[in-house]
């Protein structure tokens, strides 16, 4: 009786356990030249949270890229940015992302991206969750993500310093082949770009430990 009680405890705290890792929380100050828009996913549902002004010019600043915007949500298991450029003179997406306050900022090693080929410019509109959705598929059945260019930090020519982003942020972008920095000069090499990273799983280390603590409780 004593050993059913416990067992039951256990896989209900094991559940809220799993229940909170699942609800970490974004923080995110995002900008790009040109354009972007910030995704999550939770399994085969995706999610979309905003983006940039889909004009050249800002609202407020001068350009669309000059203020970046801040964003707050639940993380589910991947983050996405779609991004694309004018083709013309610079491009480069630069974000601060806290993950339960843990960084995912942009030029992360833990970043993917893929080229989807498809042509977006100014005016376009932000490519809804369900089509983000159908990039991913493609590039996850196919093996097509890789590793984006990863350049300076905040401050670099031609944006200047972005505020509200930090120096750990780097300026990243599409590795375009034979291009030896794709952040300078205009580029329509694959964009529209589908950026990602996975959302490390809060609470592992907890749930480990409360896997051990219930095999104590069943010995005893």
Do not use: C, K
């Not at 399994?43 to 669309?64: D, I, K, R, V, W």
């Not at 801040?70 to 983050?79: C, I, M, P, Q, R």
């Not at 083709?87 to 974000?95: P, R, T």
């Not at 031609?158 to 990243?172: E, F, K, V, Y």
């Amino acid at each position: 009786m004593n050993m059913r009680r416990t067992v039951v405890l256990g896989f209900a705290g094991t559940a809220a356990i799993a229940a909170a890792a699942s609800a970490a929380t974004v923080n995110a100050v995002v900008t790009a030249d040109n354009h972007y828009a910030l995704y999550s996913s939770t399994g085969s549902t995706f999610f979309y949270h905003g983006g940039n002004e889909l004009g050249a010019g800002g609202s407020p600043g001068t350009y669309n890229w000059s203020q970046a915007e801040s964003y707050t949500f639940n993380a589910g298991d991947y983050l996405y940015i779609a991004a694309w450029s004018d083709d013309s003179v610079a491009q480069g997406v630069l974000a601060n992302i806290w993950v339960d306050g843990n960084p995912l900022h942009s030029g992360d090693p833990a970043w993917q991206v893929y080229a989807s080929g498809l042509v977006r410019g100014d005016g376009d509109p932000h490519p809804d969750a369900s089509e983000v959705g159908g990039h991913v598929a493609t590039a996850t059945t196919n093996n097509l993500w890789e590793a984006p260019h990863v350049g300076g930090a905040n401050g670099l020519s031609p944006w200047g310093t972005i505020a509200g982003i930090n120096g750990d942020a780097r300026w990243m972008w599409y590795a375009t082949p034979g291009d030896d920095d794709p952040l300078q000069g205009g580029s329509g090499a694959g964009e529209l770009l589908i950026f990602r990273t996975e959302v490390p799983a809060p609470g592992a280390a907890a749930l480990a430990g409360l896997g051990g603590l219930l095999i104590g409780r069943r010995r005893r």
